[in-house]
């Protein structure tokens, strides 16, 4: 599976964004996909991340409320809707993919698949 993402930019606090990511490759199973992000200087942490065959959307507590992820299977694409930016929400966005076990899908080391990160920015 290959991942492309796009998407990103400078925007300031309260504003939205929409990043993209787009899949080629097989989505059977327990297939999943999402994305995580990682600071300057800090571990890289889930953000949200969707069945692809069973609809179900999870997301990272910090997030919840203000980005909504959803797919278009026609497409092979998900897309994270970003209302509400905060400085915070500063980071590179890494899509990722994977069949991660359920317990472990908030974990980064579960995904075998990964997208180019793409830069979010958010200024006071």
Known sequence: VQLQASGGGVVQAGASLRLSCAASGRTDGRFVMGWFRQAPGKEREFVSTLNWNGGATYYADSVK???T???????????LQMHSLKPEDTAVYYCAAGRPILSSFRSWSAYNYWGQGTLVTVSS
């Open 65 to 67: 409320g203000r980005f």
């Open 69 to 79: 992820l959803s797919r278009d299977k026609a497409e092979n694409r998900v897309y």
